[in-house]
Structure formats: structure tokens, C-alpha cells
């Protein structure tokens, strides 16, 4: 088994994803509308990294010789990725171009309803699951967990360790998502609230 570039691949899978994750979590607190640009610009771009490394493991493995289990440490990571890919990258990108508009006006404060679009749950939580999803992929990259196939039983490690990847991802899921969740709704209502303010100050001017 190509051991050093099993865990080489799923390692390098697990730094982008990780990093694009924690990139995301920040982009929300950026204090102008041109630092959140750069943000999402390189956000985008580690995306992008990230989806050719899930295309760079079996091309990698298939080229070298003998058995790999990259191909399998990274389906786990592919789910949440593919829900970046799907959906968090066309919210990136309004968030990208919303902060664009400010581009004569670097200084220019980021504006509520820009912000809470940067906090959406689907922009930083589907990179953070993916990056540990990856992780906890790492053992079986190691090898220290047996695939079944060949002389390695079925039942022997693999199947309890799925188990146990598949309960820490769902663990995780719901952490994290809670989390985003409860963030992007703090920001929301200050969306709302310069409406509310403009029509008070209407009713006050019409009385």
C-alpha cells in the first residue's frame, strides 16, 4: 500500500478544507467591505484547491502501484464538499460581488444585510465538516484501519471504524450547524432594522 501518499493526499485534504473553513468563519467579522472581499476572494480560491484534490486522489493512486485507500478516506469529506460545491459557492459569490460594489469605497463599513449574507449557514459550515470529515479519514489513509478485500476480513476494523466516523461526523454535523445557525440568525434582525427605524421616523414626519 502507498502508505506516506495515502495520508499525504488525505492530509493536504484536510489543511485546504480545514483552512477555507476557519477563513469562512471569519468572513462575517470583517471590518470593511473590501477586507471581506479579499476574504471571499481567497475563500474561492481554496474552494477550488480543494476540489482538485478530490480529483488529484484517484488519478494519484491509480498511477502508482498497488492497493490504496485514499479513494476510500476521502468519500466521507466528498458529502460536505459536495454541498459547497453545489450551493455554498453560488452564496460566496454574492457575497463576493455585494462587497465588489463597494470597490471605490474601500473604507466603506460592511453593510448589515451584507454581513448576515456572510455569516449563512451554508457557506462555513459545509467547509468546516469537510475539512474534519477528512481527519477523521486519516486513519484509514495511515492504514492503521484494514479495508476488507483480499485476506482482511469484512468485519475485521473497517466496519466498526465507519460506525465511529459516521457518529463523530454526526456529531459534528449538528455542532456545527447550530452554531452557524444561531450566528446567522443574531445578524439578521440588524437587517431589518434600519427599515423599522425608517418607518418610525415616517409615521413621526406624517403626525
Same mark, same amino acid.
Do not use: E
Given at each position: 500500500?502507498?502508505?506516506?501518499?495515502?495520508?499525504?493526499?488525505?492530509?493536504?485534504?484536510?489543511?485546504?478544507?480545514?483552512?477555507?473553513?476557519?477563513?469562512?468563519?471569519?468572513?462575517?467579522?470583517?471590518?470593511?467591505?473590501?477586507?471581506?472581499? #479579499?476574504?471571499?476572494?481567497?475563500?474561492?480560491?481554496?474552494?477550488?484547491?480543494?476540489?482538485?484534490?478530490?480529483?488529484?486522489? !484517484?488519478?494519484?493512486?491509480?498511477?502508482?502501484?498497488?492497493?490504496?485507500?485514499?479513494?476510500?478516506?476521502?468519500?466521507?469529506?466528498?458529502?460536505?464538499?459536495?454541498?459547497?460545491?453545489?450551493?455554498?459557492?453560488?452564496?460566496?459569490?454574492?457575497?463576493?460581488?455585494?462587497?465588489?460594489?463597494?470597490?471605490?469605497?474601500?473604507?466603506?463599513?460592511?453593510? !448589515?444585510?451584507?454581513?448576515?449574507?456572510?455569516?449563512?449557514?451554508?457557506?462555513?459550515?459545509?467547509?468546516?465538516?469537510?475539512?474534519?470529515?477528512?481527519?477523521?479519514?486519516?486513519?484509514?489513509?495511515?492504514?492503521?484501519?484494514?479495508?476488507?478485500?483480499?485476506?482482511? !476480513?469484512?468485519?475485521?476494523?473497517?466496519?466498526?471504524?465507519?460506525?465511529?466516523?459516521?457518529?463523530?461526523?454526526?456529531?459534528?454535523?449538528?455542532?456545527?450547524?447550530?452554531?452557524?445557525?444561531? #450566528?446567522?440568525?443574531?445578524?439578521?434582525?440588524?437587517?431589518?432594522?434600519?427599515?423599522?427605524?425608517?418607518?418610525?421616523?415616517?409615521?413621526?414626519?406624517?403626525?
Amino acid at each position: 500500500m502507498n502508505t506516506a501518499v495515502d495520508v499525504i493526499l488525505i492530509g493536504a485534504l484536510a489543511l485546504v478544507w480545514l483552512v477555507a473553513g476557519l477563513l469562512a468563519d471569519g468572513l462575517p467579522a470583517a471590518g470593511t467591505a473590501h477586507l471581506m472581499r #479579499r476574504r471571499s476572494v481567497l475563500l474561492t480560491s481554496l474552494v477550488g484547491a480543494g476540489a482538485a484534490l478530490f480529483v488529484a486522489v !484517484p488519478v494519484v493512486t491509480a498511477l502508482l502501484p498497488g492497493a490504496s485507500a485514499a479513494p476510500a478516506a476521502a468519500l466521507l469529506p466528498a458529502v460536505p464538499a459536495l454541498l459547497v460545491l453545489t450551493v455554498g459557492v453560488r452564496k460566496l459569490s454574492w457575497v463576493r460581488r455585494g462587497a465588489g460594489a463597494f470597490a471605490t469605497a474601500p473604507l466603506a463599513p460592511v453593510p !448589515p444585510a451584507l454581513r448576515a449574507a456572510a455569516a449563512h449557514p451554508l457557506i462555513a459550515a459545509p467547509l468546516q465538516v469537510a475539512g474534519l470529515a477528512a481527519i477523521v479519514g486519516l486513519p484509514l489513509a495511515a492504514g492503521l484501519i484494514q479495508l476488507p478485500g483480499g485476506d482482511v !476480513p469484512a468485519t475485521t476494523g473497517f466496519t466498526g471504524f465507519a460506525g465511529v466516523a459516521i457518529t463523530l461526523v454526526a456529531v459534528a454535523v449538528v455542532t456545527i450547524g447550530i452554531r452557524a445557525v444561531l #450566528r446567522h440568525s443574531r445578524l439578521a434582525p440588524l437587517v431589518l432594522a434600519p427599515l423599522h427605524q425608517a418607518r418610525q421616523r415616517a409615521r413621526a414626519t406624517a403626525r
